[in-house]
């Protein structure tokens, strides 16, 4: 994907994927998603696309569940339309289908799984976030400008934003992060999903047996925004059917970006640039976690980043 493309048309055809389906079990009641964290109401999910539409994305799926379609359309879809179909964004649902759970399983299949919902839909490269984190402007700039470089010849060349540890922790609970190893070239090697990170005075630090282990806050980890290409859609196709063949464990095992595409890597089936952005994470994975994020885009709007009427400065 590192090939020059002198194709102005690409631009246009970049898409936003956003992981909007996830039940957010740890949240409790309500659905996380949806959580105002702006002035004016505005969702975590409204400065992402905010950010990517600025960025030169001019296209947007969401994939969600079936029953929450009623909340996002009246909280996301109708509001945005209304600000964005005049400048030509496209937005778009597609729906991670749970009919084909295990009797007893309550949670899709994972993030994996759900972006399966976009084989065939898409044709071109794309960014993959989740909705419930913020990323920042300047990875949206980056995925940006990598994906202007995207060449069919090289299908298997993804990449990843990656951001400090220290950057990602709440202040409210244990956090999971993919941590990364990469070469001296900046790319993956292996990434690792770790559960339970939790952020203490002293640093970042994960239970390790009966005590706890210390972890370099400078360490490069995926908060899963990736960018990739329609070939990798197969790749989720043919995974999946082995993953489900393979579960250890049906009720509970995930099929998960990170795990997929840390084993293509480990494979040589793939290659993943890592591209580290500046910008400080935020995001609502516990109740607790809202009115920091609120303080947080205060702050932001404070220093001039957004303008309190988030869109205003969108004109092309």
Not at 49 to 61: I, T
Not at 97 to 113: I, M, N, Q, S, Y
Not at 152 to 172: C, D, H, R, V, W
Request: hydrophobic share 40%; proline share 4%; net charge negative.
């Amino acid at each position: 994907m590192y090939r020059h493309n002198t194709n102005d048309n690409l631009q246009m055809k970049t898409t936003l994927v956003i992981l909007a389906a996830g039940i957010g079990a740890r949240y409790g009641k309500g659905i996380k998603q949806l959580e105002p964290i702006g002035p004016n109401g505005e969702l975590i999910i409204d400065y992402s696309v905010h950010d990517a539409v600025q960025a030169g994305f001019r296209r947007v799926v969401f994939i969600i569940r079936r029953d929450i379609y009623d909340d996002f359309r009246t909280a996301i879809s109708d509001r945005l339309k209304r600000r964005l179909a005049p400048m030509g964004i496209r937005l778009e649902y597609v729906f991670q289908e749970t009919d084909c759970l295990p009797a007893g399983r309550e949670k899709p299949w994972g993030t994996g799984h759900a972006l399966l919902a976009c084989h065939g839909l898409l044709d071109g490269p794309f960014t993959v976030i989740n909705a419930d984190d913020y990323y920042g402007k300047h990875a949206f700039i980056q995925a940006q400008s990598f994906m202007r470089e995207y060449s069919p010849k090289e299908p298997e060349e993804y990449g990843m934003i990656g951001f400090a540890l220290k950057n990602t922790l709440s202040e409210a609970g244990g956090v999971t992060r993919g941590l990364c190893v990469m070469d001296n070239n900046g790319h993956l090697v292996s990434i690792r999903e770790t559960r339970g990170i939790i952020k203490t005075p002293q640093g970042a630090v994960v239970r390790a047996g009966s005590g706890l282990e210390a972890l370099d806050g400078d360490q490069m980890v995926s908060m899963n925004m990736w960018m990739l290409t329609p070939a990798f859609l197969e790749e989720l196709r043919t995974g999946f059917a082995d993953f489900r063949a393979s579960a250890k464990d049906p009720l509970h095992d995930e099929y998960l970006l990170p795990d997929i595409i840390g084993g293509l890597v480990q494979t040589k089936k793939a290659e993943v640039r890592v591209l580290p952005t500046r910008d400080e994470w935020f995001g609502v994975t516990y109740q607790e976690d809202r009115e920091a994020v609120k303080d947080a885009v205060r702050r932001l709007i404070a220093d001039g980043i957004y303008s309190e009427d988030l869109f205003a400065d969108l004109n092309f």
